[in-house]
């Protein structure tokens, strides 16, 4: 049976609220991706722009995650810079993502810029399917995103 698997790094709480919205509807595993040295809120602005900028890989937590277990993945990433957050690079580095089916979330506050063309560089080998940005910055609403979330999953 196809196994599923909710990745994601978050920073602020929202991607992981949507990553928990499409574990809860789909069954899927979720893993956390987290770092050794996590970004604070009082410099991630400059850091970040840094790591991107340079393609720096931050040291990711060491886990148990069993990634080959796994036939379908669905990787989220908040919006930073107008692309993906480095963490993600650090994870997709050492997982390769050949022969698996792939969908990429993201949340931001307007301005999705490259991200999933962007990601899809990194998915050399991998089956993607359809990409969608969740908008979580003045007056959204977790409604709308659950009801974005479900339609994106049925289609
Ligand atoms: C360093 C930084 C850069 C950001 N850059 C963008 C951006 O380029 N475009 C955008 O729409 N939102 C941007 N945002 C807003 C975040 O994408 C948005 O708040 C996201 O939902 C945060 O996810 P999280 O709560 O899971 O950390 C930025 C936020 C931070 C902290």
Redesign the pocket.
Same mark, same amino acid.
């Given at each position: 049976m196809s196994k599923s698997l909710v990745i #994601? #790094? @978050? $920073?602020? %709480?929202?991607?992981?609220?949507?990553a928990e919205m499409i574990s809860s509807k789909t069954s899927a595993d979720v893993f956390r991706i987290e770092l050794e040295e996590d970004?604070n $809120?009082g410099t *991630? $602005?400059d850091v @970040?722009?840094q790591h991107i900028k340079n393609q720096y890989k931050p040291i990711l937590k060491s886990s148990n995650l069993n990634f080959d277990d796994y036939d379908h993945i669905i990787i /989220?990433?908040? *919006?930073?810079? #107008?692309?993906y *957050?480095a963490p993600i690079r650090s994870f997709l580095q050492n997982h390769s993502l050949k022969g698996k089916t792939v969908r990429f979330f @993201?949340?931001?506050? /307007?301005?999705? %810029?490259s991200t999933f063309t962007d990601l899809e560089e990194l998915t050399i080998g991998a089956k993607i399917r359809e990409p969608r940005g969740?908008?979580? #910055?003045e007056n959204f609403s977790w409604d709308t995103i659950e009801n974005e979330v479900n339609n994106w999953l049925d289609e």
């Open positions: #994601y #790094y @978050s $920073l602020q %709480g929202h991607t992981k609220r949507v970004y $809120l *991630v $602005l @970040s722009k /989220g990433t908040p *919006v930073w810079w #107008y692309t *957050v @993201s949340t931001h506050a /307007g301005a999705n %810029g969740f908008y979580t #910055y």
